[in-house]
């Protein structure tokens, strides 16, 4: 796999949540069999069992880390059964996660996927995982051994063309407008929702409708008036709904899941 040259640079992104050490031993187990690994943790407030938020913060991320880094998720409510394991290389990276569909917004034009070869584990000397605690003795070894380029995908895997599609529809562009929905609620309380910028470009004045609000677009939080509801385009590059110094989800009584409709009011 002359394509991969690893970074040595881990992410971690999970639904452990900040209670008690299971982040923290992914990390203890990575750094024991590389000590030079540099881990990082993208999130771990992922919204319990929702692997959607998982796999889009990842697919908008991953560009900001060096080629060559390796991708953890755990977002696992099958955990412990015969569901399986993914191994993914795209644009130089490498994302490991359940097959249950985190992965869905990578496995576009990836340049190589495959499930991992459960029987091949015993080249890195893995134990009798725990039924419950796979991204400890699984995901975190494999992780190490990759980012420490002692192993490749194709050492571990086995290629497939077979896995489950994510969660949620992709946007429908229909009659000048673009439906999506609310992908996840920041800490601030604004609205991520999942349609790209770059499926209303061509859009003259583009408005958002949510929760029976009309809402124009503008360019930043400060361009509204505090409590002022606003929609804009947000650093990670899709629409997203605010409330200007307050909190748009509890305003609008909104959240993951909820219809966001955009359509072009100009001429």
Same mark, same amino acid.
């Given at each position: 796999?002359?394509?991969?040259?690893?970074?040595?640079?881990?992410?971690?992104?999970?639904?452990?949540?900040?209670?008690?050490?299971?982040?923290?031993?992914?990390?203890?187990?990575?750094?024991?069999?590389?000590?030079?690994?540099?881990?990082?943790?993208?999130?771990?407030?992922?919204?319990?069992?929702?692997?959607?938020?998982?796999?889009?913060?990842?697919?908008?991320?991953?560009?900001?880390?060096?080629?060559?880094?390796?991708? !953890?998720? $755990?977002? @696992?409510? =099958?955990?412990? %059964?015969?569901?399986?394991?993914?191994?993914? &290389?795209? #644009?130089?990276?490498?994302?490991?996660?359940?097959?249950?569909?985190?992965?869905?917004?990578?496995?576009?034009?990836?340049?190589?996927?495959?499930?991992?070869?459960?029987?091949?584990?015993?080249?890195?000397?893995?134990?009798?995982?725990?039924?419950?605690?796979?991204?400890?003795?699984?995901?975190?070894?494999?992780?190490?051994?990759?980012?420490?380029?002692? !192993?490749? $995908?194709? @050492?571990? =895997?086995?290629? %497939?063309?077979?896995?489950?599609?994510?969660? &949620?529809? #992709?946007?429908?562009?229909?009659?000048?407008?673009?439906?999506?929905?609310?992908?996840?609620?920041?800490?601030?309380?604004?609205?991520?929702?999942?349609?790209?910028?770059?499926?209303?470009?061509?859009?003259?004045?583009?408005?958002?409708?949510?929760?029976?609000?009309?809402?124009?677009?503008?360019?930043?939080?400060?361009?509204?008036?505090?409590?002022?509801?606003?929609?804009?385009?947000?650093?990670?590059?899709?629409?997203?709904?605010?409330?200007?110094?307050?909190?748009?989800?509890?305003?609008?009584?909104?959240?993951?899941?909820?219809?966001?409709?955009?359509?072009?009011?100009?001429?």
């Amino acid at each position: 796999m002359n394509d991969w040259q690893p970074s040595g640079v881990i992410t971690v992104t999970t639904d452990f949540g900040h209670k008690g050490p299971f982040a923290a031993v992914m990390t203890g187990v990575i750094v024991t069999r590389f000590r030079e690994a540099t881990v990082i943790d993208l999130a771990h407030d992922i919204p319990a069992h929702w692997p959607p938020e998982a796999g889009f913060w990842l697919s908008r991320s991953y560009r900001f880390f060096p080629v060559g880094t390796v991708h !953890i998720a $755990i977002v @696992d409510p =099958g955990v412990g %059964t015969e569901r399986e394991i993914l191994l993914v &290389l795209k #644009d130089g990276h490498v994302f490991i996660a359940p097959d249950n569909g985190l992965l869905a917004p990578l496995l576009e034009n990836a340049d190589r996927i495959c499930r991992l070869d459960m029987e091949s584990l015993g080249k890195i000397s893995l134990g009798t995982p725990s039924p419950t605690f796979h991204g400890r003795d699984i995901f975190a070894p494999v992780a190490a051994e990759l980012a420490a380029g002692r !192993i490749t $995908i194709d @050492d571990v =895997g086995i290629p %497939t063309d077979d896995w489950t599609p994510g969660w &949620l529809e #992709d946007p429908i562009i229909a009659g000048g407008r673009v439906t999506g929905s609310v992908l996840t609620v920041d800490a601030f309380g604004n609205l991520i929702s999942n349609i790209d910028a770059s499926l209303i470009e061509d859009f003259v004045n583009p408005i958002v409708a949510i929760a029976g609000q009309h809402i124009e677009m503008k360019t930043t939080y400060g361009r509204a008036s505090p409590g002022e509801y606003l929609a804009l385009i947000n650093s990670f590059g899709v629409v997203e709904i605010a409330r200007a110094e307050d909190n748009a989800a509890n305003g609008l009584g909104c959240e993951r899941g909820a219809p966001v409709v955009v359509s072009d009011s100009g001429d």
